[in-house]
């Protein structure tokens, strides 16, 4: 009522002082009232719309108040309305005698550079509010509405939006407006824009250049920068502030997200995210000392980081063409206080070092040179008292960061990754430590401790309220206990101080990885493994596999290093793995990790022990302590079944899998017995299943002389080699009808030769096989 009164009546009440006082005040009580948490649910009710009367004409006269407060606080205040489905809702039924309805009153509200950035601002508001969900069957879009001249088919909801974008030349306007950011004359960026458009310009930075602080950011031609403000200033009615700016880039994000195929091939046509970088390196240096350059900045990485999770496949030419990774990890290293910003800052890095391209190249070689820069960021990000979703966001940055080295195309990428883990610098509290240690140290307490610790967890954790990024799939504790496992996995993979550290932690790490195989282990008692076929396919037990399979990865990776560590996951997992290896048997992705993890850790002698023991003590018992079903019982008599197969069917193709066992997994196996072969407790439990008898018989036919199994016939060779070191297995070669022949062809061959000679001369130190060998 004052609004109308004030405004909407004629007379000299219109155009005093009294009058626009009053208007702009009443407005303003009215935009906190509508924009406060504890009135919100009363402005999604009818409650308050039902006074309106649907005369939205009050709303409709400040809009077009001819000061430009008013019409922003106007503008501001449908702003507010829209962000709720049920205000948005009830504006478009309201104002539709407005042309254009909403959506195109807000357009030309934007559009309009001589309108004030208070004014655009606002409406970009209105358009981001109107924007933020996409259209659904329960909530679908009632507008805008567009007809088509010729045809006049009638386009509703997104499709007309599209379509009104490019009528009213949206993404040029939005061009120019973003390339009108004011800035002051000191703000200088990091380079200019024409040396990073094409690759052919592109150089590797000096030595003076490897400076990721901020003070850093000042390369740029001081003249050029000046004659640009000035050119700025001179066009006072373009004038864009930092809180326009920002709300724009809010505003494309929306529009991205709502049909990312079509509006990217507009940004890219008018090279909008080239301009967003080049003005990220205006607005840089002032994100310690200026809220609104952080918003900014903040806005930026969340248009980059939408684009980039929509067109992936573009993210490594973006890495090469431009300077975004190298500004991205300044600010991060900046340690700015916003923690979304961080969050989006290592979603957009995960993004560019994606796939191990151009940007995971030059990500390392920054690293590498600066590991306490840039590294210290993203320790102080995995510690366990900062806000989940930062720690997934590091986490996954992390794993794609080393996934992108073992993938990169430059072979010195993993090597100089690996020395910036283990290279000692100075982290916090002037120490000097490895990062891959403190990385390692983070993680096994988030994993172990944090989770044990969930249900006394401070509620505070979940004060800090952040819009979930465009492809973090943080949703809940288990997805952020799935990276980390995996970004442990990764970093005892190309880490040795991450090894040592996890190591000196085995007390928690252990127990922690062998609950996994645990759980398996009684699901698997309650049922009959014999008559139950597919296990791995069952829903029921589909997770636990998982489990299981991703904790032998880890202790794959890290065992893949001699060490102290080696023995203490050996002897914990091993005992474990021996009621299971029927099972196992039947899951090939399990068995595959079985083994890999057997290979890996039984070149340790101690570890061969526990293959057909429950335990290792010096001093005991073999009869106390040997297993009922040992492990290296059930390899062997696997690969002997094996090995009967491939000998009595010459016709089977041999690249496919064969029984149970493919032959990959065969390879792993024969790995394994060949490190457990070497002792004598080891060798005395294959003997029993007669396996080197069998191997002989594979080893004579016409199937092992074929190219396609070369590989496993010079597995197999070797693993005689070794067996034959022991006097039980020289006696069950004698034994075979004809092994003098067999040995004679193992020498003869060229191929077998070197393998076959120390065959015979492990035979010969029999006094009987030595006088048949002297006698052939």
């Given at each position: 009522?004052?609004?109308?009164h004030?405004?909407?009546?004629?007379?000299?009440?219109?155009?005093?002082?009294?009058?626009?006082?009053?208007?702009?005040?009443?407005?303003?009580?009215?935009?906190?009232?509508?924009?406060?948490?504890?009135?919100?649910?009363?402005?999604?009710?009818?409650?308050?719309?039902?006074d309106?009367?649907?005369?939205?004409?009050?709303?409709?006269?400040?809009?077009?108040?001819?000061d430009?407060?008013?019409?922003?606080v106007?503008?501001?205040?449908?702003?507010?309305?829209?962000?709720?489905?049920?205000?948005?809702?009830?504006?478009?039924?309201?104002?539709?005698?407005?042309?254009?309805?909403?959506?195109?009153?807000?357009?030309?509200?934007?559009?309009?550079?001589?309108?004030?950035?208070?004014?655009?601002?606002a409406?970009?508001?209105?358009?981001?509010?109107?924007?933020?969900?996409?259209?659904?069957?329960?909530?679908?879009?009632?507008?805008?509405?567009?007809?088509?001249?010729?045809?006049?088919?009638?386009?509703?909801?997104?499709?007309?939006?599209?379509?009104?974008l490019?009528?009213?030349?949206?993404?040029?306007?939005?061009?120019?407006?973003?390339?009108?950011?004011y800035?002051?004359?000191?703000?200088q960026?990091?380079?200019?824009?024409?040396?990073?458009?094409?690759?052919?310009?592109?150089?590797?930075?000096?030595?003076?250049?490897?400076?990721?602080?901020i003070?850093?950011?000042?390369?740029f031609?001081?003249?050029?920068?000046?004659?640009?403000?000035?050119?700025?200033?001179?066009?006072?009615?373009?004038?864009?502030?930092?809180?326009?700016?920002?709300?724009?880039?809010?505003?494309?994000?929306?529009?991205l997200l709502?049909?990312p195929?079509?509006?990217?091939l507009?940004?890219?046509?008018?090279?909008?995210?080239?301009?967003?970088?080049?003005?990220?390196r205006?607005v840089?240096?002032?994100?310690?000392?200026?809220?609104?350059?952080?918003?900014?900045?903040?806005?930026?990485?969340?248009?980059?980081?939408?684009?980039?999770?929509?067109?992936?496949?573009?993210?490594?030419?973006?890495?090469?063409?431009?300077?975004?990774?190298?500004?991205?990890?300044?600010?991060?290293?900046s340690?700015?206080?916003?923690?979304?910003?961080?969050?989006?800052?290592?979603?957009?890095l995960?993004?560019?070092?994606?796939?191990?391209g151009?940007?995971?190249?030059?990500?390392?070689?920054?690293?590498?040179?600066?590991?306490?820069?840039?590294?210290?960021?993203?320790?102080?990000?995995?510690?366990?008292?900062?806000?989940?979703?930062?720690?997934?966001?590091?986490?996954k940055?992390?794993?794609?960061?080393?996934?992108?080295?073992?993938?990169?195309?430059?072979?010195?990428?993993?090597?100089?990754?690996?020395d910036?883990?283990?290279?000692?610098?100075?982290?916090?509290?002037?120490?000097?430590?490895?990062?891959?240690?403190?990385?390692?140290?983070?993680?096994?307490?988030?994993?172990?401790?944090?989770?044990?610790?969930?249900?006394?967890?401070?509620?505070?954790?979940?004060?800090?309220?952040?819009?979930?990024?465009?492809?973090?799939?943080?949703?809940?504790?288990?997805?952020?206990?799935?990276?980390?496992?995996?970004?442990?996995?990764?970093?005892?993979?190309?880490?040795?101080?991450?090894?040592?550290?996890?190591?000196?932690?085995k007390?928690?790490?252990?127990?922690?990885?062998?609950?996994?195989?645990?759980?398996?282990?009684?699901?698997?008692?309650?049922?009959?493994?014999?008559?139950?076929?597919?296990?791995?396919?069952?829903?029921?037990?589909?997770?636990?596999?998982?489990?299981?399979?991703?904790?032998?990865?880890?202790?794959?990776?890290?065992?893949?290093?001699?060490?102290?560590?080696?023995?203490?996951?050996?002897?914990?997992?091993?005992?474990?793995?021996?009621?299971?290896?029927?099972?196992?048997?039947?899951?090939?992705?399990?068995?595959?990790?079985?083994?890999?993890?057997?290979?890996?850790?039984?070149?340790?002698?101690?570890?061969?022990?526990?293959?057909?023991?429950?335990?290792?003590?010096?001093?005991?018992?073999?009869?106390?302590?040997?297993?009922?079903?040992?492990?290296?019982?059930?390899?062997?008599?696997?690969?002997?079944?094996?090995?009967?197969q491939?000998?009595?069917?010459?016709?089977?193709?041999h690249?496919?899998?064969?029984?149970?066992?493919?032959?990959?997994?065969?390879?792993?196996?024969?790995?394994?017995?060949?490190?457990?072969?070497?002792?004598h407790?080891?060798?005395?439990?294959?003997?029993?299943?007669e396996?080197?008898?069998?191997?002989?018989?594979w080893?004579?036919?016409?199937?092992?002389?074929?190219?396609?199994?070369?590989?496993?016939?010079?597995?197999?060779?070797?693993?005689?080699?070794?067996?034959?070191?022991?006097?039980?297995?020289?006696?069950?070669?004698?034994?075979?009808?004809?092994?003098?022949?067999?040995?004679?062809e193992m020498?003869?061959?060229?191929?077998?030769?070197e393998?076959?000679?120390?065959?015979?001369?492990n035979?010969?130190?029999?006094?009987?096989?030595?006088?048949v060998?002297?006698a052939?």
């Amino acid at each position: 009522r004052l609004v109308s009164h004030f405004h909407s009546a004629r007379g000299l009440a219109h155009n005093s002082f009294m009058g626009r006082r009053v208007t702009l005040q009443a407005a303003l009580v009215l935009l906190h009232f509508v924009s406060h948490k504890s009135t919100k649910t009363f402005c999604e009710s009818d409650s308050l719309f039902d006074d309106f009367n649907d005369d939205w004409s009050w709303l409709v006269s400040l809009w077009v108040y001819k000061d430009s407060q008013v019409t922003s606080v106007g503008l501001n205040l449908a702003a507010a309305l829209a962000s709720t489905p049920h205000g948005a809702a009830v504006l478009h039924s309201g104002l539709t005698q407005v042309s254009g309805g909403v959506w195109g009153a807000a357009l030309n509200y934007l559009l309009a550079h001589d309108r004030s950035s208070a004014e655009r601002t606002a409406s970009a508001m209105l358009l981001i509010n109107l924007s933020q969900e996409k259209p659904s069957e329960t909530r679908p879009w009632t507008a805008p509405v567009i007809a088509d001249p010729v045809t006049r088919e009638m386009s509703i909801g997104v499709a007309a939006l599209l379509i009104l974008l490019v009528h009213c030349k949206f993404y040029s306007e939005m061009l120019f407006t973003l390339s009108q950011l004011y800035v002051v004359k000191q703000t200088q960026p990091l380079e200019s824009i024409e040396n990073i458009t094409s690759f052919d310009d592109i150089s590797q930075p000096t030595k003076e250049d490897w400076d990721l602080s901020i003070s850093a950011l000042s390369s740029f031609n001081i003249n050029s920068c000046v004659s640009e403000s000035s050119s700025q200033e001179s066009r006072a009615d373009s004038v864009v502030s930092l809180q326009l700016f920002s709300s724009i880039l809010q505003l494309l994000t929306n529009i991205l997200l709502l049909s990312p195929k079509e509006v990217i091939l507009q940004m890219n046509e008018h090279k909008i995210i080239d301009m967003v970088i080049k003005q990220l390196r205006y607005v840089i240096v002032g994100i310690k000392s200026s809220q609104s350059h952080l918003c900014a900045v903040e806005s930026i990485f969340a248009l980059i980081e939408a684009y980039i999770s929509q067109n992936i496949e573009e993210a490594p030419i973006l890495a090469r063409d431009s300077s975004i990774l190298h500004m991205s990890l300044v600010i991060l290293a900046s340690d700015p206080d916003s923690i979304p910003l961080q969050i989006r800052m290592l979603e957009v890095l995960s993004g560019l070092v994606y796939g191990g391209g151009w940007g995971a190249a030059y990500a390392i070689e920054w690293i590498a040179v600066s590991s306490s820069t840039t590294l210290t960021p993203l320790v102080q990000a995995l510690h366990p008292g900062v806000h989940k979703q930062l720690q997934y966001a590091a986490a996954k940055f992390l794993a794609t960061l080393i996934v992108g080295a073992i993938k990169s195309k430059h072979e010195e990428s993993l090597d100089m990754l690996k020395d910036a883990f283990d290279t000692e610098v100075l982290s916090i509290g002037n120490k000097l430590s490895a990062p891959g240690c403190n990385l390692s140290h983070h993680i096994i307490h988030l994993l172990c401790i944090s989770n044990e610790d969930k249900e006394n967890s401070n509620p505070k954790d979940n004060i800090v309220v952040i819009k979930p990024t465009i492809y973090n799939n943080f949703k809940s504790n288990s997805d952020l206990n799935k990276i980390l496992h995996q970004s442990l996995k990764l970093l005892l993979l190309v880490s040795s101080s991450a090894k040592e550290a996890s190591y000196t932690q085995k007390e928690i790490l252990l127990p922690f990885l062998t609950s996994s195989i645990s759980d398996f282990q009684e699901k698997m008692n309650r049922i009959n493994i014999h008559i139950t076929p597919n296990i791995g396919n069952k829903k029921e037990y589909k997770e636990c596999i998982e489990n299981v399979t991703n904790v032998l990865d880890l202790c794959t990776n890290w065992v893949s290093e001699d060490g102290l560590w080696v023995q203490a996951v050996g002897q914990t997992l091993v005992p474990l793995l021996h009621p299971l290896w029927l099972p196992v048997l039947k899951m090939s992705s399990m068995l595959k990790s079985v083994l890999m993890f057997l290979a890996n850790a039984t070149v340790v002698k101690q570890v061969c022990v526990y293959m057909t023991r429950t335990t290792g003590l010096p001093g005991v018992p073999l009869s106390n302590t040997r297993t009922g079903r040992p492990l290296l019982a059930g390899i062997s008599a696997a690969v002997k079944q094996q090995f009967s197969q491939l000998s009595s069917d010459i016709h089977r193709s041999h690249g496919s899998i064969m029984g149970e066992i493919s032959i990959e997994n065969l390879l792993l196996a024969l790995s394994v017995i060949t490190n457990c072969s070497r002792f004598h407790e080891c060798a005395t439990v294959i003997s029993k299943h007669e396996l080197a008898g069998e191997m002989m018989k594979w080893l004579s036919s016409k199937v092992s002389k074929q190219v396609k199994v070369s590989t496993l016939r010079e597995s197999s060779l070797k693993l005689l080699a070794v067996l034959t070191i022991h006097q039980e297995v020289c006696f069950t070669i004698c034994k075979m009808f004809g092994w003098v022949e067999k040995m004679n062809e193992m020498v003869i061959d060229t191929s077998t030769q070197e393998d076959g000679l120390h065959i015979v001369a492990n035979m010969a130190q029999g006094k009987h096989a030595s006088m048949v060998l002297l006698a052939s």
